[in-house]
């Protein structure tokens, strides 16, 4: 019978000697070119490097010219310095590190590519991309788009939550999420998709709500016709006012918000849980927006209550329904498409399912990389991360960022990215 496995075993052995040739006819191919450009061999140089086909160890051109060195087979690897892992190896290990602990990634990965990584390797990557990270982060909200570039939008949707999450520290922390779409399109019967879905994660409110904003002034070209529609639970963060400060930054006119309607019902069936029968009346109140209605169904659930615990309950209840009833008013009777909105709860899934009731612990730092990680992943942005071109261009940020003498300024100005994109700006232009 044939062993499948000793056969994947030869062909892998075929590959990994392929893979070296290619790297040495690589090397032999640049010779003629950069002794041409004035570069200098100085030696050749053993490196070890875990690639997909397996643990690699081959020898390269060292190359010098002006006292600087060019080593042309790892450029072409995408290999930096010290680096251990190729980066399809890392994309391999962050993909599966979403699903699953570090062990049994380590697990895997030895199951389907002989590859030996330890549990401590995973997580050092995992590292390493909470770095890359906040990079990303700080490349994206200094860029900028030609204007004639922006998109116009008639109607822009925005949701925000946060998601509570135990730490090792033996806290919770809350992830603050927030969602930015342009409506929803049928992609089947009874199958709809969100357009233009961006999603927005980390642990400071801050730093989400600007990169936020920052991915919205960036992408659409906002007009006076242009109308928000947000939706959340009120919470702390989240509320009404916290979204109007959003829709004067963004300079829109029109805005829509909306109690989120999951939310509501889950606080009048709270709410009404010893008395279930008078559920229905504020349902009622709440469909047909109807504020006599409301007070009926207040006034009746009031004169059930027997203990100055539901009374007190009760008093909260009702204040925060009187207040904040106004938005609780239909999609239909706002003439406003259904289509996109309440849609945050459901996308809260994702990160609930690796990061909550399985028994883990994670640092603040930890969390934070994970989620973002998974939301990029969704978008299908993960390979970006480790492959994207943004990765030179902050480079270029950080040197014109490190050419800049605050000796000469007329205020003690901290070390900041904001006068390297002014400046990158006028050489863009």
Known sequence: MLDERKLLVDYSEEVRREFLKKIEEYDESLVLTLLARGYTLKNRIQRTVVFLVGEITFYRNRWYRDGELYIPVDEWLGLDKYDRFSKEVEVTMLDLSLRMSYQQVTEVLSTMYHLSISSYSVFSVLQRAGELLRNQRDFMILSFTKEEMLRPIDVLYLEGDDVLVKTSGGTNVHLHHYIVHCGSKEVGENRFCLVEKKEFVGLSISKVREEMLSYIQRTYKITESTLLITN???????SYRSFCNIARELKIKQHEYFWDEFHVLREIRRATGLYPEQASLF?????NHDRDKLKVALDTLESCLQTDKEIESFQSFSKRLRRDFIH???????????????????????LTY????????????????IAKLI???????????????????????????????????HKRIPKTY??????????KL
């Open 375 to 409: 939301v990029l992943e969704k978008q299908g942005e993960l390979r970006d991360l480790i492959f994207g071109d943004w990765r030179k261009e902050f480079e270029e940020f950080e040197e014109l960022n490190n050419t800049v003498d605050w000796r000469f300024s």
């Open 328 to 350: 609780t008013k239909s999609c239909e009777l706002r003439g406003i498409s259904k289509g996109g909105i309440g849609i945050i709860e459901s996308n809260h899934r994702k």
């Open 418 to 427: 904001e006068p390297t994109a002014k400046l990158h700006a006028k050489l």
């Open 354 to 369: 690796r990061m909550k009731n399985r028994g883990m612990y994670w640092s603040d730092t930890g969390a934070e990389t």
């Open 283 to 287: 349902f009622k109140a709440i469909y």
């Open 232 to 238: 959340s639970d009120g919470g702390v963060g989240y």
